[in-house]
């Protein structure tokens, strides 16, 4: 039973475990231990391996099937074009797998050695991690409830042996769970350069991108800026443009001029979609970020 | 941020509600409901919950009373397809009633949009919180008598899908409609989702694939923009039905958007046949009720 009470006082509040409202919580007793207080040691073991990290940076959204895995893959093959930049992509998508498939990696195998698990390799300098390499079978389903989705995050922020990377680029899955608080939970101490919102033009996705956005402000994490995916779609005939996803309501221009976060840039829906120049031009972008 | 092992919800995400408690559950709230069906994707943004408010929508013009509940607690998008945002939940003797969006009652909606005190307000629980709710939307919303349940699901096989199933097992019949996009990127997560249904004793009733090509309007060229195939493949890989593809279609995009009634608008347009003769599968697979 993993029910909450109603009115749970909270498991840092002094209450906890004591008051009125925890009497048949399973957690009473933790909580009543003051084992609640007490931090994840796994948080001071992850700010050690991340100081090999220079850059962290979250692709999320709050909407699905916008392009946060297609967008995370070509940002990462983007940077990793300059041979001096060592990248790492880690997918922490643990039901929907995506970035195996999209980086053409299926079926590759994840490695244990005594420094922890290696990564994925495309390239020299292009690392991958993601459950869907831990899965013997592509019909596998991951049929985890939080916690444990939470308990693969930390190993995969703890224990791969990342190496000294200049980028460090998360996929997340769609929402504002469990995923999302244990990644900036568990990088907290570590320091996230920011996040990278995708959105699709329509008011559908802009609404649960504006919750993402909200997101971000509760938990302090810096938003680096939005992109707009699937913009507009070019017919491969006749070159003329359409709005597949019609921006109702003034698609991402508006919702980052109303809510003051930049706007990155937008691809359109191109089914022999190159966006290279896409990529430089928000490395650029995100350099003069991180470095000012 | 602060640091904690607790497996409970973050601390600063209060109940949003302002005045709704927790209703007495009532085991008999889904007593009058003749077929559940959840609509489920391993893959984001595929349109789970585009066919499920028009296959409502088409049941509902088929003759049927037809309730919506949608368990997608971090990106609730029915109210705004159906025009019912900002809608307010009201209190019964049996427990919470649903938004009824006409006025014959015959289409009625539960979403955690509507308990929002802000639309844009990130309901950022852990699992055991978004579980509690989705088990108070299952035993407390008093649906009434109701032909079809459609239940809207998030993407993926975690939490909201392990408690809905377990939460609304005990009534049947109980089937699930799986929803993909013809590329291999949403295939992949739906293989996995196929895989849920059997390992929870789900029934499938079938596989329909969203996005099946493009109509240029200038030049009338048929693009597959997320490529194509994927959805008939997948349903023969599984050994379920394949109930039809429906196209992208700006129409429908813009009904969406404006919370109008596609079914109803737009009967020229190219999805209303495919989801029309879905939502006729879905009628002449589940067996009429006696009297």
């Given at each position: 039973m993993e029910e909450v009470p109603h009115d749970c006082p909270g498991a840092d509040s002094a209450q906890a475990g004591r008051g009125a409202s925890c009497h048949g919580c399973p957690n009473q007793r933790l909580c009543a231990s003051g084992a609640g207080a007490t931090p994840d040691p796994a948080i001071e073991e992850i700010k050690e391996k991340m100081k090999t990290v220079k850059h962290k940076i979250l692709v999320l959204s709050g909407k699905g099937g916008v392009g946060k895995s297609t967008f995370s893959a070509h940002l990462a093959h983007g940077l990793a074009e300059d041979e001096n930049t060592q990248i790492a992509l880690l997918d922490i998508d643990i039901c929907g797998p995506s970035i195996p498939k999209i980086m053409g990696l299926e079926g590759e195998q994840v490695h244990q050695s005594g420094s922890g698990w290696s990564p994925?390799?495309?390239?020299?300098?292009?690392?991958v991690m993601s459950v869907g390499f831990l899965l013997s079978s592509p019909d596998d389903a991951v049929i985890w409830r939080g916690p444990k989705k939470n308990g693969m995050i930390k190993q995969f922020l703890r224990d791969v042996d990342w190496g000294d990377v200049d980028y460090l680029i998360v996929d997340t899955p769609p929402g504002t769970s469990d995923e999302h608080l244990s990644v900036v939970q568990y990088l907290a101490a570590a320091h996230i350069d920011g996040a990278v919102i995708i959105t699709t033009p329509q008011e559908v996705s802009l609404q649960d991108v504006r919750k993402e956005i909200n997101f971000c402000h509760k938990v302090k994490l810096p938003i680096i800026g939005v992109v707009e995916n699937m913009s507009g779609f070019i017919c491969p005939k006749c070159k003329k443009e359409s709005q597949i996803f019609p921006p109702t309501t003034g698609g991402a221009e508006l919702m980052?001029?109303?809510?003051?976060?930049?706007?990155l840039g937008r691809v359109p829906l191109d089914p022999l979609i190159g966006i290279q120049e896409f990529c430089n031009l928000h490395q650029s972008k995100e350099e003069n970020l991180i470095s000012s | 941020m602060k640091e904690r092992t607790h497996p409970c919800t973050q601390r600063e995400e209060s109940w949003a509600v302002s005045g709704l408690s927790s209703a007495t559950s009532?085991?008999?709230?889904?007593?009058?409901?003749?077929?559940?069906?959840?609509?489920l994707s391993g893959k984001g943004g595929v349109g789970k919950s585009t066919v499920s408010t028009e296959l409502a929508l088409a049941l509902r013009h088929a003759g049927k009373k037809v309730g919506i509940l949608d368990v997608d607690l971090c990106g609730p998008s029915i109210p705004r397809m159906l025009g019912a945002q900002g809608r307010a939940v009201h209190q019964c003797d049996r427990g919470w009633a649903p938004v009824f969006l006409d006025r014959e009652q015959s289409l009625s909606l539960m979403s955690v949009g509507f308990l929002l005190e802000k639309p844009d307000e990130a309901v950022v629980w852990r699992g055991p919180k978004k579980n509690a709710l989705i088990k108070q939307?299952?035993?407390?919303?008093?649906?009434?008598?109701?032909?079809?349940?459609?239940?809207?699901t998030p993407p993926g096989t975690s939490d909201e899908h392990m408690t809905t199933i377990e939460a609304l097992r005990p009534h049947q019949p109980l089937g699930a409609l799986v929803v993909t996009t013809p590329q291999a990127v949403s295939v992949g997560d739906v293989r996995r989702e196929l895989t849920f249904c059997r390992k929870t004793g789900l029934r499938v009733m079938g596989v329909v694939e969203n996005?099946?090509?493009?109509?240029?309007?200038?030049?009338?060229?048929?693009?597959?923009?997320?490529?194509r195939g994927g959805g008939e493949e997948l349903a023969q890989l599984a050994g379920v039905p394949f109930l039809g593809?429906?196209?992208?279609?700006?129409?429908?995009?813009r009904s969406l958007e404006e919370g109008h009634d596609f079914i109803?608008?737009?009967?020229?347009?190219?999805?209303?046949?495919?989801?029309?003769?879905?939502?006729?599968?879905i009628l002449d697979a589940t067996p009429a009720c006696l009297p």
């Open positions: 994925v390799y495309l390239e020299d300098n292009l690392g980052c001029q109303d809510l003051e976060v930049p706007l | 009532d085991p008999g709230n889904l007593a009058g409901v003749r077929h559940i069906i959840l609509v939307f299952v035993s407390d919303v008093a649906w009434g008598e109701l032909d079809y349940l459609v239940v809207d996005m099946s090509g493009f109509t240029c309007p200038h030049c009338a060229e048929c693009t597959s923009v997320f490529s593809s429906v196209p992208l279609d700006p129409e429908l995009m109803q608008e737009f009967p020229g347009s190219p999805a209303f046949a495919a989801l029309t003769s879905i939502a006729q599968k």
